[in-house]
Structure formats: C-alpha cells, structure tokens
C-alpha cells in the first residue's frame, strides 16, 4: 500500500516537471520568435530614425511647396494688378451704371445762376483757342532736323504736335459730351488717362501737351457739368413757381366760385326773408307760428351765407393765406414717411384727394390740417425743422420726411399752434388689402390641398 502510494507521488511529479519542461520551451521558443519586437530600446530607436528621415523629407517638400506658394502668389498679385488696369480703362468706355463710381462731387464753381457758368466756360474755350495758336498747347525741347534741314524738322514738329492735339481734344469732346451727375469722375479719368497715353505716344519726338492745356480741359469738363446741374436747378425752379401759380390760380378759381354761390345764396335767403316777413304781419294762430320758424330758419341760413362770403373775401385778399397738411401713406410709403405740404384751396380736402388720385396705389391720411395766414412760411419754418429727416436730398419739392408723429407734434407744441394731431393712420384701402390677400392665400392653399386629396389613388386601386 505505501509502495503504490510513493509510486503515485513519483509518477505526478515526473508529469509536473515534464510540463514545466515544455513550458520552458515554449516560452524560450516566443522570447525568441519576438525578440525584436521585445527589445524596446532598440524599436524605440528605430522608430527615431524612421521619423527623423520623414521630417526631413517633410521639411523639403514644405519648402518646395513654400517656394512654389510664394511664386504663385506673385503671379496672381501681377496679373491681378494687370486686370484691375484693364477693369479700370474699360469702366471709363462704357456707360453702365454698374461700373460707375457715385462719389460725391465736390463743386469747383459758385456761380450764381448759368449765365455766369456760359460766360466763364466760353472763357476757357477761348484760352484754349489762344494756347494752340500761340504754340503753348504742346512742348518739344528739341529742335529737330530732317536730312539736316531744320526747317522740315520744324514743319514735322508742327505736324506731329498738330495730331496729338486733335486726337486729345477729340477724346476731351467725347468725355465733355457724356458728362452727367453720375459718371463726372470717370469721365475726369478719361482726359487724364487720354493725356498720359498720348503724351507716352508723342515721346519718340520728346513732344507733350502741357499741363495748362490739360487743366484748360479739365476747367471745361467740369464747368460743363456743373452748367447742367445749374440748368437742371433752374428748371426744376420754374416748374416749381408754375405748380404754385396753377395751385394759387385754381385757389382764386374756388374763392371766387364760393363767393358768388355764398352772394346768391345770400340773395335768395334775404328775399325769402322779406317775403316771410311781409306774410307773417296778416297770418294768425298756426300759420303764424309756422312762419315764425320759417323767419327764424331763414335768418340762420342768410347768416350762414354771409359768413360763407366774408370768408371767401378774407381769403382773396389774404394772398398767402392756406393751410398746412401732414399726411401720410402707409401702403405706398411705409410706416415711418410723412409728407408735409401747403395748399391755398378753399377746400383743401380737394388737394389731399388729387394727391392720393396721383401716382400712389393706396389714399393718404391726413394727420394735422393747420390753417395760417402765412402758409408759405410755416409749411417753411416745418421743413427747416425737418431737414434733418428729409428723404429726397436733391429734389426739394419732394416734401417727404423720414419721422414720426411724436416728433412733428413736439415741433406743433413748440410753435404755439393750437391743432390737435390724429396719431394713428387707419390706412384703410391697404389694411383691407392685406385682409383680402390673407383670405386668398388661405384659399389657395385649402385648394391645393384639396387637390393633392384628388390626386391620391383609391385604397381599392393600390
């Protein structure tokens, strides 16, 4: 028993140390298949190298790359510079509001009416006349000679001089005949522009239009320019003294119709009046009574008629009486414009009415109707307070103002005038067009949508 017992521990420990054997083996059979792998300090090195040599050919294809970027970006600078020359030469030929520059144009003149600028602009073409037969409009520092002969090098000077003067006018003539408010700059360009290429083209010969013939030119452009701008003023100065002479003559027109309907009707109440009294001293009970309210009535309509022509008369005689409107129209113009103007009409609702009959889609409101003896000179002295707010910056007859109500009231109470503002605009024409469209979009989409129900296939069909 003890004999099996010690050949059963014997056995187990040969098995164990068997398997420790190949345990050993196989371990010492992977450290060595991995060895490379297991040594880090020297994969750790390796790996070093292999990126130190990446960098550096990261580094020569980032200076490649930076030199070629830099090459690049010199080339699109030069051809860029070429294309903005070009842009810039082309924009001066063509007449398309998209290339034109809207600077301001600082005057040069202050001439008072244009008279004045047709005086001066024919003393400058003058001066100009006088340069080219003097022959200052163009210089040469050489006296040249052809085939030794100075005087055929003097003619051919003459010559040369003769055609570089008739093609700088002829481009200056152009650019004068084109000058409006909104290329003025361009058109200064051009001349300028006109004078270096054919002074470069003149160089061969060392001839070159002077520089007090080119500012001649220039003083001509712009005297031209601003001669129009000062027709233009003067024009839209005349239609608007015609406007108020209509607007004053249809006034008269009025005052004088209400007058003589106001003295007729007087006529007709002061007759009817003697007539009533002349009855009233036979009549009795009722009919008395009756003819009493008849005188009373009579009485009030006679007095009614007589104020109506004293007041027709106050107002022929008082020339610049009327009354000052402020309107507004929020369809048309938004909800922050307002429009404020004067009209001598008896009736000035008629004024309001042909406003709104005029160019606008929707009628104006009207916010403060203020008469004044003087209305020319309070719609005025309103205007001045405006004129920051003031819309239309060249046309002042357009009297629109960019405000509020709360502003021109604050302006009303400063000026002592006794007028009660209405604040809110009813805009009712807009308002219920508003109304109509959002009942139409409702309906146009209820449709479609009943549409896109007829289009779908009966269940029984799929």
Not at 192 to 220: C, M, P, R, V, W
Not at 323 to 337: A, E, K, L, Q
Not at 409 to 419: F, K, R
């Amino acid at each position: 028993m003890a004999a099996s017992l010690l050949i059963a521990v014997i056995a187990i420990l040969v098995v164990q140390l068997s398997r420790k054997s190949r345990s050993n083996e196989t371990l010492k059979s992977s450290l060595n298949r991995y060895k490379d792998i297991i040594d880090i300090d020297s994969e750790v090195s390796k790996r070093k190298a292999d990126f130190a040599i990446l960098g550096s050919k990261l580094s020569e294809l980032e200076k490649v790359y930076k030199e070629k970027d830099s090459a690049l970006n010199q080339d699109y600078l030069q051809h860029k510079a070429i294309y903005e020359n070009l842009r810039k030469e082309v924009s001066l030929l063509e007449e398309n509001l998209e290339n034109i520059s809207y600077g301001l144009y600082k005057p040069h003149y202050d001439y008072k009416t244009s008279e004045e600028f047709k005086q001066k602009l024919e003393e400058i073409i003058n001066r100009q006349k006088q340069a080219i037969k003097n022959e200052m409009a163009t210089y040469c520092p050489v006296k040249w000679e052809v085939g030794g002969n100075k005087a055929e090098g003097s003619k051919m000077t003459k010559y040369y001089s003769k055609l570089m003067l008739r093609s700088f006018n002829g481009e200056c003539d152009s650019a004068i005949a084109k000058v409006r408010w909104n290329n003025i700059g361009n058109m200064e360009a051009r001349i300028e522009k006109a004078y270096e290429s054919i002074n470069k083209l003149g160089s061969t010969h060392q001839i070159t239009i002077t520089k007090d013939y080119f500012d001649l030119k220039l003083q001509e452009l712009r005297l031209e320019f601003e001669l129009q701008e000062k027709l233009y003023q003067e024009k839209e100065e005349q239609r608007k003294i015609k406007e108020q002479m209509r607007e004053e003559e249809k006034a008269q027109r009025e005052i004088e119709k209400a007058r003589k309907e106001a003295e007729e009707e007087e006529e007709r109440n002061e007759k009817a009046l003697q007539k009533a009294k002349a009855e009233i001293e036979k009549a009795k009970g009722q009919e008395l009574e009756l003819l009493t309210e008849k005188i009373k009535l009579l009485e009030e309509n006679l007095q009614k008629a007589h104020e109506l022509k004293e007041r027709a008369i106050s107002r022929a005689q008082l020339t610049k009486s009327g009354h000052v409107y402020i309107i507004s129209n929020i369809g048309s113009f938004g909800d922050s414009v307002y429009k404020i103007g004067m009209t001598r009409r008896l009736e000035p609702m008629d004024r309001i009415d042909e406003l709104g009959d005029a160019s606008v889609p929707f009628d104006f409101d009207v916010h403060g109707m203020i008469y004044s003896e003087n209305a020319p000179e309070l719609e005025n002295i309103l205007h001045k307070k405006l004129e920051p707010k003031r819309i239309n910056l060249v046309n002042l007859r357009a009297e629109f103002f960019n405000t509020t109500i709360d502003v021109i009231e604050v302006i009303i109470n400063e000026l002592n005038l006794n007028i009660q503002l209405t604040k809110i605009a009813e805009a009712k024409e807009y308002r219920k067009t508003l109304s109509i469209r959002e009942v139409q979009r409702g309906a146009s989409q209820k449709n479609e949508k009943e549409i896109k129900e007829d289009l779908k296939f009966p269940e029984t069909l799929i």
